[in-house]
């Protein structure tokens, strides 16, 4: 019998062999400052594009205010418990009611994380005779909650929705003979490419298929639709979204997350969700605080179009120098390149380094082999200043990529691992 932990002992995994030469400057970064479009990374000033803070509520003044006082009057245990034993207040209804009637569904409840909440709600939605149909390129939370189906499950290309019917298909014959229902997953954004779930196609697919449909929708609430109400009011289908989801830790800029949908759906789930019937409730400071950002997100309508106009600046900027930008439909702005990921290191190193731009960078196993992904998030806190620096230094570390400047830095890194 071999030692439980002989395979990590062997093994670091496709990121975690790189570990020495990354951790604490590509992965584990260190941010100092408050939360901004320009922050201080080892002591130097950088354009801060991996901050999920769309809107720019983090550091508001009002926002703050209410943080403070909120913590003041709470402290930052009440309520102890679960919900449904001591942790339950009327502050946490009225959020839920004003959550529910901001993207229109009856009912809405809180979950403590938006990881864990889609986990459970996924869990919770489907039994052993359910089919789930799902997006392959659906975030980690919800292939986790898929993982815990004990029934079948299929998975449809990446948002094709011939794909989609084909399983479909699949799916309502399995069903036939199980005696159970369908779920189809999708999300409003697809938080890696930027592109928008094609929500209206499938939610069209319900004239001919009788399924179920649960939205992720964690980056187009707050930035998609007229009022911010997300991906589903962006595509006019908010009505034919059965589970709506999203996040406070991106628009909301804080902790937690909700789940919407009929009165009677949200009543069972309440019941139903392991990850909230076993688990603290919600902070007040964090419930007074969403309560606060929701507010600024109805009243401040031009906190996203400032989102919007640094979005367009810095895309269409992107795009008029030739960089390949995907097919991105939302605020998230992925930068493709070619190169290894010692390459990678080195380009991201000189533009952090040398050119104050923090980014996010993504490699294999996340994206294929070769690429290499520049993730950018911009936000209503960043300027025109900020999106023509930016835009320069992209066009310098592309020519030294092209070059082979960063693949000579780069042979250090491979010979170090030797």
């Known amino acids: 019998m071999k030692d439980l932990f002989e395979k990590i002992y062997r093994d670091k995994g496709p990121l975690g062999k790189w570990a020495s030469q990354a951790e604490g ?48 009057q709470y402290g930052s245990a009440y309520p102890m418990g679960a919900r449904m034993m001591s942790g339950h207040t009327d502050l946490h209804e009225k959020l839920q009611r004003e959550l529910a009637s901001f993207v229109n ?8 994380f938006g990881y864990q909440g889609m986990v459970s709600t996924i869990d919770a939605l489907v039994t052993k005779d ?20 004990m029934g079948k499950r299929f998975v449809y290309k990446h948002n ?11 799916a309502t014959k399995m069903a036939e003979q199980t005696g159970g229902g369908i779920l189809v997953i999708s999300e409003g954004v697809f938080g890696m490419r930027g592109e928008q779930g094609r929500l209206k196609e499938i939610a069209a697919l319900k004239k001919k298929y009788n399924f179920r449909f649960l939205v992720d929708d ?15 009011e962006e595509q006019g289908v908010q009505d034919d979204i059965d589970v709506y989801f999203a996040t406070f830790a991106k628009s909301l800029a804080s902790t937690g997350a909700f789940i919407a949908a009929d009165k009677e759906i949200i009543d ?14 919600l902070q007040m400071q964090l419930v007074a605080g969403a309560l606060k950002r929701l507010e600024m997100l109805k009243t401040n309508p031009e906190m996203k179009a400032k989102l919007w106009e640094n979005t367009n600046a810095l895309q269409s900027g992107l795009k ?23 390459e990678a290191m080195a380009l991201v190193r000189d533009l952090r380094e040398n050119y104050g731009i923090f ?30 620096e930016t835009l320069d230094a992209f066009d310098a570390i592309r020519s030294r990529l092209e070059n082979g400047t960063y693949k000579r830095l780069s042979e250090a890194v491979i010979a170090s691992m030797e």
């Open 25 to 72: 400057y590509f992965v584990f970064p260190k941010l100092e400052g408050q939360i901004a479009n320009r922050m201080k990374f080892r002591g130097k000033d950088v354009i801060t594009w991996s901050i999920n803070d769309y809107l720019g509520l983090a550091n508001h003044p009002e926002v703050r205010k209410v943080d403070a006082e909120a913590a003041k």
């Open 105 to 112: 569904k009856e009912a809405a409840y809180l979950l403590n």
């Open 130 to 149: 359910d089919i789930i149909v799902y997006d392959v390129d659906a975030h980690a939370c919800i292939i986790d909650g898929v993982r815990l189906h």
């Open 160 to 170: 094709d929705v011939e794909s989609l019917e084909k399983n479909l298909e699949r």
């Open 218 to 232: 964690a980056h187009g609430f707050g930035t998609l639709g007229k009022t911010g109400a997300g991906a589903g």
């Open 268 to 281: 069972f789930l309440k019941y139903n969700l392991r990850s909230q019937m076993f688990a603290k409730s």
């Open 320 to 342: 008029n120098r030739g960089f390949d930008i995907g097919t991105t439909q939302s605020c998230v702005t992925p930068v493709y390149l070619k190169g290894s990921i010692p």
């Open 359 to 388: 980014c996010s960078i993504v490699v294999y196993p996340v994206i294929p082999k070769g690429l290499i992904l520049l993730r950018l998030i911009p936000t209503a806190t960043h300027t025109l200043q900020d999106v023509n």
